[in-house]
Antibody, heavy 121, light 108 residues
């Protein structure tokens, strides 16, 4: 079955960078775009950006301009999201999610299990 | 950026009742609106996409309607497992893709 498995929880210092991984299985990795969405404690969902695992093209929310980098490794079917210059407001659960249709449908299912990133000194 | 406003914030109902959730967009999104369910401690799950289409494996008691700026998710005959938080999301005007603030359906 289609599955996305994310890396474990992280505790980071303000100003540091964090890199979260998302390993895909159960389908052809390069066929479906993968998105990153985060959720601050007790809050709603916030879209961060997406990557096309086939061509490595990306798109992201303006809010994260200059701070977010999304990459992929086709040899391991893994995508990565790196967020730099961390501040306390970046404390959240970070999810990766695959599109339901190939070619850019922007509807997400399944999702990874989530990675809690805590930014604290 | 397209802002999605969900109402009510909380809906208190009993099992077997009908739930009606609203999502209003700040500008037209056509029918490019979806709904997700999130249970405590879990990742969201897609219920409805393109306003009216049920995602794979979603029971028929979940239905979506609407277009342009006003959308509704209806859950007929609430089951115990349906008590959760529901989010709408638009894909018409992006980036960014945006989500509503959520509606919590709780047991009365």
């Amino acid at each position: 079955q289609v599955q996305l498995v994310q890396s474990g929880a992280e505790v980071m210092q303000p100003g540091a960078s964090v890199k979260v991984s998302c390993k895909a299985s159960g389908y052809t990795f390069t066929t479906y775009y993968i998105h990153w969405i985060r959720q601050a404690p007790g809050q709603g969902l916030e879209w961060m950006g997406m990557i096309n695992p086939s061509g490595d093209s990306t798109s992201h929310a303006q809010k994260f301009q200059g701070r977010v980098t999304m990459t992929r490794d086709t040899s391991t079917s893994t995508v990565y999201m790196e967020l730099s210059s961390l501040r306390s407001e970046d404390t959240a659960v970070y999810y990766c999610a695959r599109e339901i249709f190939s070619g850019g449908s922007n509807w997400f299912d399944p999702w990874g299990q989530g990675t809690l990133v805590t930014v604290s000194s | 950026e397209t802002v999605l406003t969900q109402s009510p914030a909380t809906l208190s109902l009993s099992p077997g009742e009908r739930a009606t959730l609203s999502c209003r967009a700040s500008q037209s999104v056509g029918t490019y609106l979806g709904w997700y369910q999130q249970k405590a401690g879990q990742a969201p799950r897609l219920l409805i996409y393109d306003a009216t289409h049920r995602a794979t494996g979603i029971p028929a008691r979940f239905s979506g309607s609407g277009s342009e700026t006003d959308f509704t998710l209806t859950i007929s005959n609430l089951e115990p497992e349906d008590f959760a938080v529901y989010y709408c999301q638009q894909r018409s005007n992006w980036p960014p893709l945006t989500f509503g603030g959520g509606t919590k359906v709780e047991i009365k």
